[in-house]
């Protein structure tokens, strides 16, 4: 690979013998066809120097070459999907839900903060103002420092569905659709499906209405059913599709106009109304747009099986 000076000087040799070519006309081709090799020469070193700056970054998926991989250390869960029914949608339909993996808790602080420092477009003072609202990261004092007595361990909160998935990205992951939270919601510690239980939905409520529980380090309550920590007890999370529960068909099979990513309105049905944490979900859900941070609004990610 040659060095900027060496570039510098073939490049000036070849201006030099286009001068040639204009004064000896008659022989051009003569001196083309060397000049020819050293296009192709410079030409083969620019593309092996940007080979070498992108592969300090890493390549995946849909991420952007200005964005760089995290490393995520979180334990994933396998899930193996099955049917289930909607809160809103056919009192019949029920929604077949693929395997799929997901984080056995949400995104910390700590990990977060990672995020931002690798990908500095992403801070506080850099983040552009059409992915978030002027609440990003608000308890921040800086774009490199969390809150003063923030747990690391704590769940993110203040941060945009922008930012969340474009984490997701640089995690090689995704966000987690609203089928497969609701899916894994549906669990309490015993049974993959504990909607029946009469306490379930009191359980939840109960715990929504707890205050400031955000601040709260992840993992420190019982997994459900599949071993996941955190679905209720903590913060509200991000989903993929949150706002897909406005579809007029079907639970998620109709189409929606998300062109910005916006919930309002009612849902067309529910096909139980008993389930008021479920309720409270779609509440939240459909008031929220996909640049809005909140206090107590944090994610976590999921990602496909082979």
Known sequence: MPTQKFTLQIKLLLQNSLLVVEKYKCRRFVIIVPICFLLFFIESCIKEENTEHKSEK??????????????????????????YKPFFGSNTATVNVKPFLIDERPVTNKEFLEFVKINPQWRKSKIKKIFTDNTYLRDWPSDLELPKNAKPDAPICFVSWYAANTFAKCAGKRLVTLDEWEFVAMADADTFNARNKPSYSNKIVDLYLQKERQYNSVKQTAPNYWGVYNMFDLIWEWTDDFNSVLTTGDSRTGKYDDKNLFCAGSATSATDVMNYAAFMRFGMRSSIKANYTISNLGFRCAKDTL
């Open 58 to 83: 890493t390549q995946f998926l849909n991420v952007p070459d200005s964005l760089y991989l995290i490393k995520a250390n979180v334990k994933m869960v396998y899930i193996k999907g099955g049917n």
